[in-house]
């Protein structure tokens, strides 16, 4: 059974930095794209980043040169280092795990991935 379980949130004041972790397990194949997805009061879910097993990434937009995504393979372990946070950023953080060879161009704007973690809150304030 393949388990997500984020950690890492929390609050900051606008401007700070917070890496967000996402420990996996059950998943038994070398091949994924795994990222984190957002879902801010009122809206709707959003893609923010995404990595493959070749280290390919995708970043949304709204986050590029401020977010990085990582994973570590020894541990299992998906990581979102997040700088120069602002209030925008202010959501619960999910991660999700796709049994893919490689993250697809449409990948942060499907709403539909194999396995999802409970999410963990990040709020930024002024």
């Known amino acids: 059974q393949v388990q997500l379980v984020e950690s890492g949130g929390g609050s900051v004041q606008a401007g700070g930095s917070l890496r967000l972790s996402c420990a996996a397990s059950?998943?038994?194949?070398?091949?994924?794209?795994m990222g984190w997805f957002r879902q801010a009061p009122g809206k709707e879910r959003e893609g923010v980043a995404a990595v493959d097993m070749n280290r390919n990434t995708k970043y949304a937009d709204s986050v590029k040169g401020r977010f990085t995504i990582s994973k570590d393979n020894a541990n299992n372990t998906l990581y979102l280092e997040m700088n120069s946070l602002n209030l925008e950023d202010t959501a619960i953080y999910y991660c999700?795990?796709?049994?893919?060879?490689?993250?697809?161009?449409?990948?942060?704007?499907?709403?539909?991935?194999?396995?999802w973690g409970q999410g963990t809150q990040v709020t930024v304030s002024s």
């Open positions: 059950g998943y038994t194949y070398n091949y994924y794209c």
């Open positions: 999700a795990l796709d049994r893919t060879w490689f993250c697809g161009g449409a990948y942060l704007l499907s709403p539909d991935h194999h396995y």
